[in-house]
């Protein structure tokens, strides 16, 4: 199969597309067609030119942290959870084009988790602190179960018609938290209301795509249901 990459040796050079000849079966995941073409020291692209090794981040391979997410046949997906065998014999892998490019496929997140800590949107320790919350809390647990899923991948924000990054709509990741943090924490209700408004409410067109690529399948329409009522 032909593998096309679209390559950036710095986060301020020029990218541009690489082709390269590959021989997996369909069994195997992007993650592992990626290491396929860095396992030699020698990479060459189809044409037989030496070229160097693919930039690319992973840790768990196994769909559970989010960082090997990136644009492949044009579909934000996780490359661990994706197999060739769903993708043909073309493949084009492109990097998430709402980060900041590293290098080659990596890009720069780290705006999703300081969105979170500036805005203090996370759970200091759960405890219900009423028997009133508590019974709350047990009737939503599933749904809290679901939003606590979110990998922080950053899918659902490539592919979010309003999500620029650097301006102040902070997406699905948002949202979810943001259901999640006030559904345990009384206390911080107001204040999360008025940072969902802000950052989430007033601007969400909803056009839902986020939901069609999480890959953990949170139902982000759930969140801001309860947290538009
Ligand atoms: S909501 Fe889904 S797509 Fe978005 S960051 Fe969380 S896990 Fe990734
Ligand atoms: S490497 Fe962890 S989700 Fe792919």
């Known amino acids: 199969m032909k593998v096309r990459i679209l390559r950036q040796q710095t986060p301020f050079s020029e990218p541009y597309w690489e082709v390269f000849d590959a021989d997996v079966s369909g069994d195997t995941s992007v993650a592992g067609l990626l290491n396929y073409l860095n396992y030699h020291d ?60 590293i290098h080659d496929l990596l890009t720069d997140r780290s705006s999703i988790y300081e969105n979170l800590k500036k805005q203090n949107v996370y759970i200091e320790k759960y405890q219900p602190d009423t028997i009133k919350n ?40 948002f949202a979810n938290d943001c259901y999640l943090v006030s559904s345990r924490n009384s206390e911080k209700k107001a204040e999360i209301k008025k940072l969902y408004g802000e950052h989430f409410g007033s601007t969400c067109s909803k056009s839902l795509s986020c939901m069609d690529v999480c890959p953990m399948n949170i139902p982000t329409i759930a969140s801001m249901a309860k947290l538009n009522k």
């Not at 070229?51 to 934000?76: F, H, K, Y």
């Not at 047990?138 to 939003?147: G, L, P």
């Not at 999500?163 to 990741?173: D, E, I, K, L, T």
Request: charged share 25%; aromatic share 8%; glycine share 8%.
């Open 42 to 101: 020698d990479i060459v692209d189809e044409n037989g030119r030496q070229t160097t090794r693919i930039g690319w981040e992973c840790s768990c391979l196994q769909g559970m942290c989010g960082s090997c997410a990136m644009v492949i046949n044009d579909v934000p997906r996780l490359a661990c959870d994706t197999f060739v065998r769903d993708l043909g014999n073309e493949i084009s892998i492109r990097p998430l084009q709402k980060f900041p490019v």
């Open 134 to 173: 508590r019974k709350k809390a047990e009737k939503e647990h599933q749904h809290q179960y679901d939003a606590a899923k979110c990998l922080k991948c950053g899918l659902c924000l490539e592919v979010c018609p309003n999500y620029v990054n650097g301006q102040s709509f902070f997406g699905a990741v």
